[in-house]
Nanobody, 115 residues
Framework: QVQLVESGGGLVQPGGSLRLSCAAS????????LGWYRQAPRKQREWVAT???????HYKESLKGQFTCSWDSAKNTVFLQMNSLTPEDTGVYYC?????????WGQGTQVTVSS
């Protein structure tokens, strides 16, 4: 089973930025998909973005232009750059990887946007 280790969450003021990282173990090829999800307090987990190594990126419509998802093959790491953050972006952010024989989730990282 692929292991995912997330980092980069924290407390940020409204209007600020954070970059989340999710490092994956194993050989991740274009046969895999990676995604970011988030769960706000008292709400269901929602999809944020999806990327395939060497492929396209897809975003939740309302987050286009605010979040940027990228993949670094040398580091086996997927990133989520988050800009212009608002309190509505507060939540636990999870990365996910799926592909041949696996569907794994990271442990989650807390993002809190507050003044």
């Amino acid at each position: 089973q692929v292991q995912l280790v997330e980092s980069g969450g924290g407390l940020v003021q409204p209007g600020g930025s954070l970059r989340l990282s999710c490092a994956a173990s194993g050989n991740i090829t274009s046969r895999y998909g990676l995604g970011w999800y988030r769960q706000a307090p008292r709400k269901q987990r929602e999809w944020v973005a999806t990327i395939r190594p060497g492929g396209n990126v897809h975003y939740k419509e309302s987050l286009k232009g605010q979040f940027t998802c990228s993949w670094d093959s040398a580091k086996n790491t997927v990133f989520l750059q988050m800009n212009s953050l608002t309190p509505e972006d507060t939540g636990v952010y999870y990365c996910r990887l799926w592909g041949p024989g696996t569907d794994s989730w990271g442990q989650g990282t807390q993002v809190t946007v507050s003044s």
